[in-house]
């Protein structure tokens, strides 16, 4: 099994630039979910899909991040623009149903904004 | 508002010693605390979690020790090793499951030989 799949792995862009994330989740996971992770800190959750249905995106900073999940499985994350302070982790999970069953992370992309 | 406070920042134990970090929680309506395991350049992995309804979780050489009435949860590594050296991250959810994790801030261990 393939697990969560995330590219790309690294990213270095300019401020006020914009970048997408994509994350292709494991087979039969229909809840997916992207969390932020700063340095030194735990993951901050952003969103989460259940099939297409953003079912919880009230941690998602709606001015300049958006996301979705097309036919309910791949899904893209977008900052426009992005800022200073957006450089992190971005992780992406899934998981069998609401209920977190196989719950698993990606590796995540390193985004640098410079 | 921290939600989860985990302690220590850092720590530091000899192979086969008993490392413990320390979970404190504020939110009552939390009922799930999974302890997550992230080495550099991964994402995190689940160890073990709980419920409220027991005081103690063990698999393998991990045990989760939990506390309801003092609102704090803390994880025992038994035997430790080196190739237990990564950060340690507890959580907790208000929806019995993951689906909605509030993350601690991370406890980097190392294990020396």
């Known amino acids: 099994e393939a697990g969560v799949v995330q590219s790309p792995r690294y990213k270095i862009i300019e401020k006020k630039q914009p970048v997408a994330f994509w994350c292709n989740p494991i087979?039969?996971?229909?809840?997916l979910y992207w969390y932020r992770q700063n340095l030194g800190q735990g993951p901050e959750l952003l969103i989460r899909?259940?099939?297409?249905?953003?079912?919880?995106d009230s941690q998602l900073p709606k001015d300049r991040f958006s996301a979705e999940r097309l036919k309910g499985v791949d899904s893209t994350l977008k900052i426009q623009p992005a800022e200073l302070g957006d450089s992190a982790v971005y992780l992406c999970?899934?998981?069998?149903?609401?209920?977190?069953?196989?719950?698993?992370f990606g590796s995540g992309t390193r985004l640098t904004v410079v | 508002q921290q939600q989860v406070k985990q302690s220590p920042q850092s720590l530091i134990v000899q192979k086969g010693g008993i490392p413990i970090i320390n979970c404190a929680y504020e939110n009552t309506a939390f009922d799930y605390f999974p302890w997550y395991q992230q080495f550099p350049g991964k994402g995190p992995a689940l160890l073990i979690a709980i419920r409220p309804d027991v005081s103690e979780k063990k698999e393998g050489r991990f045990t989760i020790s939990f506390n309801k009435s003092a609102k704090q949860f803390s994880l025992h590594i038994m035997d430790s090793q080196p190739g237990d050296s990564a950060t340690y991250f507890c959580a907790a959810s208000p929806t019995g499951t993951a689906s909605k994790l509030t993350f601690g801030t991370g406890t980097r261990l190392q294990v020396t030989l």
């Open positions: 087979s039969g996971h229909n809840t």
């Open positions: 999970a899934s998981s069998e149903g609401t209920g977190g069953d196989g719950y698993t």
């Open positions: 899909y259940e099939n297409e249905e953003a079912v919880d």
